[in-house]
Nanobody, 115 residues
């Protein structure tokens, strides 16, 4: 099994920045992509950032230009750098790995953007 643990969620003011980290227990599972999802209050869980194993990054329209997804060389850490945060960025952020052995999820970390 693979365990994912997110950290870094916090209360931050509009315009601020935050860094999320996803700790990955093992990576020898045929990883295909590393993803961050967000579930805002009253809304469905949406993918906001994706990083393929080949290093191609894609972003949802709502975070394009503000968020950056990255990883460490060993594929034991996945990061989400968030800048210019807005109140609508509030939600629970989930780390996800898609692999040949299936999808794996973390428990999520709360991000609240409010003054």
């Amino acid at each position: 099994q693979v365990q994912l643990v997110e950290s870094g969620g916090d209360l931050v003011q509009p315009g601020g920045s935050l860094n999320l980290t996803c700790a990955v227990s093992r990576s020898d599972i045929g990883v295909q992509s590393l993803n961050w999802y967000r579930q805002s209050p009253g809304k469905e869980r949406d993918r906001i950032a994706a990083l393929t194993i080949n290093g191609i990054a894609r972003y949802g329209d709502s975070v394009q230009g503000r968020f950056t997804v990255s990883r460490d060389r060993a594929l034991r850490r996945v990061y989400l750098r968030m800048t210019s945060l807005k109140p609508e960025d509030t939600g629970v952020y989930y780390c996800n790995i898609k692999s040949v052995r299936g999808d794996f999820w973390g428990q999520g970390t709360q991000v609240t953007v409010s003054s």
